[in-house]
């Protein structure tokens, strides 16, 4: 796995994601951490030092990995891109097929009503 900058990160993302456009996933994943051992967590706790929290960014496409950790500062501005990318590669998505209700409903009336088992 790569920790990479959030600039170099979100320009991977988007070639991940136009690789992937005709067959393919990319898997992106957000998680706090610290990016301290519990040790050092424990450490800086007991001595009364705040620890910072920062949100590290994990994307996989299966073959490659990579990641990015942003903090709080830079975070609004982080994000206003990540959305601007998903936006943009959203396009490759399937229309999910449903079913009209008025037709299902009617399906409904002509089997008898409910679909519940009988009791014995």
């Known amino acids: 796995m790569v920790l990479l900058q959030p600039d170099p990160f979100l320009n991977e993302l988007t070639s ?15 998680k706090r951490s610290s990016l301290k051992s519990k040790v050092q967590r424990n450490k800086m706790a007991a001595a009364g030092e705040p620890l910072e929290y920062r949100c590290l960014i994990r ?14 500062k830079d975070h609004q501005r982080f994000q206003a891109s990540y959305a601007t990318i ?9 229309k999910r097929e449903r079913k009209d209700k008025k037709k299902v409903a009617g399906a409904d009336k002509k089997e008898g009503g409910s679909k519940k088992p009988k009791r014995a």
């Open 16 to 30: 991940m994601f136009e690789h992937s456009t005709e067959k393919g996933t990319v898997w992106v994943t957000l």
């Open 59 to 72: 994307a996989t496409n299966g073959k490659k990995t990579i990641s990015t950790s942003v903090g709080p």
């Open 86 to 94: 998903l936006k943009a590669h959203m396009t490759s998505l399937k």
